[in-house]
């Protein structure tokens, strides 16, 4: 079995280090990963400059993009064969309820998924890495589960891993996102010239943090698992849409 691994914290993260010895025994490992942090990238692909790719002196790949750049380079032209799985993280931090948009460690995982290759993407909730032997326990636990029993569909999961002990830690929990208040207000500062700038604020608060979500689960000390998908099309709003639309469009004869 081939597993392809990326971050968005970078290369040298200690997620990423503790995810790889994590996965080391069970499978052929190739990590291909930000040359720096790149948290908040989201679904970005580099189209404006090439992209290089080095090797540490670990043997990890480094790609100077975007999480999504690291797995589709891969994909399209690094590796010589197919991997089975693409793993990401482990992340410094939740990625849960609409963070999954903005999160860098996601959109590696989605890469991976868009080319029909089953996908998961592993955080730890609170920033600091605490216990991250714990959480890199729990992903070895869910690729074992794959080895041994592969989903048939092309599958994308968020894997959310409170930061506590593996004793403490609650059995994983099947979860539907939830959703936060919006972003606390921008931080304004300004540079030594004087010159406005602006520090993008903290994520706000849990909305709908009810029983059932991600929120909720991990609260409890559970991990949670949320299995994810991107057809973004707002189903419940295509018939009111056509008939909002007028049955003679006369825009395109002006």
């Not at 309820?97 to 080319?115: I, K, P, R």
């Not at 903290?202 to 698992?225: E, I, L, N, Q, R």
């Amino acid at each position: 079995m081939l597993i392809l691994i990326s971050n968005d914290d970078g290369y040298f993260a200690p997620g990423l280090a503790a995810l790889v010895e994590a996965l080391r025994p069970l499978a052929e490992l190739i990590v291909v990963a930000p040359e720096t942090n790149r948290s908040g990238s989201s679904n970005s692909l580099t189209l404006d400059r090439p992209l290089s790719v080095r090797k540490a002196t670990n043997g990890f790949l480094y790609v100077n993009g975007t999480p999504s750049d690291c797995v589709h380079v891969a994909l399209t032209g690094l590796l010589d064969r197919r991997p089975d799985l693409v793993v990401s993280g482990i992340n410094d931090g939740q990625n849960m309820g609409e963070d999954t948009l903005y999160s860098g460690t996601v959109a590696a995982a989605t890469e991976g998924y868009l080319f029909g290759i089953p996908s998961i993407a592993f955080s730890q909730v609170s920033k600091g890495w605490t216990h991250l032997d714990a959480a890199a326990a729990a992903a070895r636990s869910f690729v074992e589960r794959f080895i041994a029993r592969p989903l048939e569909a092309p599958t994308l999961l968020n894997v959310n891993i409170p930061n506590l002990p593996l004793s403490e830690l609650k059995p994983p929990r099947v979860t539907r996102l939830g959703r936060r208040h919006p972003s606390e207000p921008v931080v304004r500062s300004s540079t030594p010239y004087g010159e406005p700038v602006y520090w993008i604020g903290p994520a706000g608060k849990a909305a709908d943090a009810t029983p059932g979500t991600d929120f909720h689960a991990c609260a409890d000390g559970a991990v949670s698992v949320t299995p994810l998908r991107f057809d973004l099309t707002h189903a419940a709003q295509i018939e009111p849409m056509r008939e909002w639309i007028p049955a003679e469009w006369t825009g395109a004869n002006r």
